[in-house]
């Protein structure tokens, strides 16, 4: 496992070509920063564009269907987001398992689409409030990673885990730092169970209100490798703070 942080944008359903300043400016800026890894999910629309952009930044999609091609109009496959210029997608995000009733079983499909086609997964994992308030947030997640990430010769160094609790998504609420390490060193273990000694090196992200101000502490938690943001990686100004923090960060720790 690369040591350096990694940081990744999820723009959702952020943007327009009018954006693409953003990603050149974050480019600009990941070349004097080499200690972290960044990367950028941007829509469909702007993967190719981005990429023509941004010459050292990693670039991916924020979803794929789960077949090759077909009768499957409005979706797009992992060869096609591929041939534009995507290394890895995101998959199982809660917005998409909430708005689009994604069950694990077939985010473990469009995973391993995407491993078969050549590319990396973020496989996004995370509790819902209810579950945490009762006390079922480390079985929540240990039942997604069980039915959601991919298995296999291979597969654990394409993948990464990004847990996500649901209610600090968009929010400005997170979870503390001990809570942060606590469900970490959990998906560490379960993380173990699929992968035996690989599971080691697979990177596990927090995700959830990551903001500038919050990333040094929410990044120094207890096996935390990095960060999925959504809201603070629409601006080049407050994702940048993110990425300094995790150079910080990372010096310090090391
Ligand atoms: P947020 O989103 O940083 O806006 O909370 C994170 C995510 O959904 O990946």
């Not at 006390?135 to 039915?147: M, R, T």
């Not at 847990?163 to 959990?186: C, F, K, L, Q």
Request: proline share 3%; with cysteine; net charge negative.
């Amino acid at each position: 496992m690369s040591n350096r942080p990694y940081i990744v944008g999820n723009w959702k359903m952020h943007g327009t070509r009018a954006m693409l300043a953003e990603a050149r400016a974050i480019d600009r800026a990941a070349e004097r920063l080499l200690k972290v890894e960044v990367a950028l999910a941007p829509p469909f629309t702007l993967i190719h564009a981005t990429r023509k952009e941004a010459n050292l930044i990693g670039i991916g999609a924020q979803d794929v269907h789960s077949a090759d091609g077909g009768a499957h109009t409005g979706d797009i496959s992992a060869a096609m987001v591929k041939d534009a210029g995507a290394g890895f997608t995101i998959v199982g995000h809660s917005e998409r398992r909430a708005n689009h009733g994604e069950t694990n079983a077939l985010v473990k499909e469009k995973a391993e689409a995407a491993i078969a086609a050549g590319m990396n997964v973020i496989v996004c994992v995370g509790e819902t409030e209810e579950e945490r308030d009762a006390g079922k947030a480390e079985s929540a997640v240990a039942d997604q990673l069980a039915s959601s990430v991919p298995v296999g010769d291979g597969v654990a160094e394409k993948v990464t885990i990004a847990y996500e609790p649901v209610w600090a998504i968009g929010t400005g609420r997170t979870p503390t730092a001990e809570d942060v390490g606590a469900m970490h060193r959990h998906i560490r273990e379960k993380l173990g169970s699929l992968y035996g000694e690989e599971g080691a090196d697979v990177r596990i992200l927090y995700g959830g209100s990551v903001k500038p101000d919050n990333a040094a502490e929410l990044l120094t938690a207890d096996d935390v490798g990095g960060a999925l943001v959504g809201g603070a990686s629409l601006t080049a100004e407050s994702f940048l703070g993110i990425i300094m923090a995790a150079a910080e960060a990372h010096e310090d720790k090391s």
